[in-house]
């Protein structure tokens, strides 16, 4: 056997395995986009803005992060359309969320009563048909600490939500969020 050949070893094998099981790590711990459902939707004031009404809500928001590794966000405001118009908006306050986790998040709204004035004829027919849809959209920029780095990452949220204006329940909801990691 010549000095080029190398001998089978233990250490080699252990070595080779330990490569192939951090490659595999590394694949499956892909970044995955959170899941965002909208839970429910309380009134919880009435502000008024003569002659019209605001309305004081909080939406309680059901937030999964389904990552291996702990984010943290900044604060962040969603806005809130109907008939293609800005509604009103809800605050996102900063904060963190574990991996694998699920969390409920309770966002102050304010829907303005001079924007829903401008579609009058249109609210008063989703009132009669107890059917209103809002769309909402936000951007969240956060930080995913892995080892030593954090890497910021930026999630856009859109939703199509339809309620009962009168009981304001949740009928049906299409939550869609994009997921943008920055790699530096």
Known sequence: MSRRESKWSWTHALV???SAAAALGLLSAKPKDPTFDLISIDLTSFKLNLPLLDADLILTVHVTNPNVVP???SSSTMSIFYKGSLLGSAD???GSQSANSCKLLRLPARLDGLQLAHHAA???ADVAKR???LDAAVDIAGAA???WWDHKFVVHVASHVTVDPLFLDVVEQENKSELDLFVC
């Open 92 to 94: 996102v306050k900063a």
């Open 71 to 73: 984010i943290h966000y």
């Open 131 to 133: 059917e209103m849809v």
């Open 122 to 124: 249109s609210f008063v």
């Open 145 to 147: 600490r892995v080892l």
């Open 16 to 18: 080779g395995a330990a």
